[in-house]
């Protein structure tokens, strides 16, 4: 009798003991991811934009030297973004640049200084039209991975990129660049999000990761 009484005792304090630290250890990581959280609560959108902008641009230089790609450096100004609020576009941005400021219809819109946004259409004295890549009209020559695979970027409300090689392998988190003659080659697109089969079945096409949205687009660079 006395030995199931003891069994029942230690069976109570092991369960006691069992609550206790569950109390404890389940909410310490609660309190420290408030605390975490808390921390980056307190950075301002602009900053963040900013650690996204230098974290593509850091990946974009390491893929360029894996590859032995030299981007030219043609100079480049900033302009600011008009708004249109509340009649906003999903595909064009119209930028405060023009051509008393150098600015000509080809030129090449960055999201930081080595990410592609989208290329200038249409200038004025004083402003510019830019197609991003939310833009259906706007089809880019890429190359995919570390095989450089040829694809075709496609832009709409969500860009994609087509026409790729069945018989080439493609995966998710691959790099894409730019690979087209009027433009710097080797410039960042995105990276691939999800692969499958077009609609015939001919071709692979996938769907793409941005760094950025079109409303994300206060400020953008210009190559001149």
Same mark, same amino acid.
Not at 112 to 129: L, P, Y
């Given at each position: 009798?006395?030995?199931?009484?003891?069994?029942?005792?230690?069976?109570?304090?092991?369960?006691?003991?069992?609550?206790?630290?569950?109390?404890?250890?389940?909410?310490?990581?609660?309190?420290?991811?408030?605390?975490?959280?808390?921390?980056?609560?307190?950075?301002?959108?602009?900053?963040?934009?900013?650690?996204?902008?230098?974290?593509?641009?850091?990946?974009?230089?390491?893929?360029?030297?894996?590859?032995?790609?030299?981007?030219?450096?043609?100079?480049?100004?900033?302009?600011? #973004?008009?708004?249109?609020?509340?009649?906003n576009t999903k595909n064009r941005l119209f930028i405060d640049k023009g051509l008393q400021d150098g600015l000509q219809v080809g030129s090449i819109a960055l999201?930081?200084?080595?990410?592609?946004?989208?290329? #200038?259409?249409?200038?004025?004295?004083?402003?510019?039209?830019?197609?991003?890549?939310?833009?259906?009209?706007l089809s880019v020559p890429v190359r995919i991975g570390s095989q450089e695979v040829n694809g075709l970027l496609q832009g709409g409300v969500n860009p994609q990129?087509?026409?790729?090689?069945?018989?080439?392998?493609?995966?998710?988190?691959?790099?894409?660049?730019?690979? @087209?003659?009027?433009?710097?080659?080797?410039?960042?697109?995105? @990276?691939?999000?999800?692969?499958?089969?077009?609609?015939?079945?001919?071709?692979?096409?996938?769907?793409?990761?941005?760094?950025?949205?079109?409303?994300?687009?206060?400020?953008?660079?210009?190559?001149?």
């Open positions: 009798m006395k030995y199931i009484q003891f069994i029942l005792i230690l069976m109570c304090l092991l369960i006691g003991t069992s609550v206790f630290a569950t109390s404890v250890f389940i909410k310490k990581p609660s309190f420290l991811m408030g605390q975490i959280q808390g921390l980056f609560s307190n950075v301002s959108l602009d900053d963040q934009k900013r650690l996204i902008q230098e974290n593509e641009d850091l990946r974009n230089k390491l893929y360029a030297r894996e590859h032995t790609i030299t981007i030219a450096s043609s100079g480049t100004m900033q302009a600011k #973004v008009f708004s249109l609020y509340p009649f999201f930081s200084e080595r990410v592609f946004a989208g290329q #200038v259409q249409n200038v004025t004295k004083t402003t510019g039209e830019v197609a991003t890549v939310f833009d259906g009209g990129i087509t026409l790729i090689d069945k018989a080439k392998k493609v995966q998710v988190g691959d790099v894409i660049i730019t690979a @087209a003659k009027d433009m710097p080659y080797g410039l960042t697109v995105g @990276a691939i999000r999800e692969v499958h089969e077009d609609s015939l079945g001919a071709f692979l096409e996938a769907t793409i990761e941005l760094p950025y949205t079109i409303n994300d687009l206060r400020t953008i660079l210009l190559t001149q």
